[in-house]
Nanobody
């Protein structure tokens, strides 16, 4: 198992930016595809972005494409999510997650992820 701890959430005005971080420990971080998910109030958890174990490829939900950037630093065992041009509809609890299987192509289904952080709240005011 890998332990994941998110940080960087908070309250921001619409149009603002935040950068989320996810510190990993335990398994070999660099061998696993990583993802960001979010759960808006009263809704189910949804995919936000994923990045392959090598960092070579990333994929985004249409709702965040062009505004959010996922990245990773395998030397620091840390995953990031840079969020720009934030909108009120981005308000949610944001979770980072690690793939269940080592070194496979990017996955986007929450069921493919076996380790989850505790989440960090992002609130965007209008």
């Amino acid at each position: 198992q890998v332990q994941l701890v998110e940080s960087g959430g908070g309250l921001v005005q619409a149009g603002g930016s935040l950068r989320l971080s996810c510190a990993a420990s335990g398994r070999t971080f660099s061998s696993y595809t990583m993802g960001w998910f979010r759960q808006p109030p009263g809704k189910e958890r949804e995919f936000v972005a994923t990045i392959t174990w090598s960092g070579g490829r990333s994929y985004y939900a249409d709702s965040v494409k062009g505004r959010f950037t996922i990245s990773r630093d395998n030397t620091k065992n840390t995953l990031y999510l840079q969020m720009n041009s934030l909108k009120p509809e981005d308000t949610a609890i944001y979770y980072c997650a690690a793939d269940r299987i080592m070194r496979r192509p990017a996955v986007t289904n929450p069921r493919d992820f076996g380790s989850w952080g505790q989440g960090t709240q992002v609130t965007v005011s209008s």
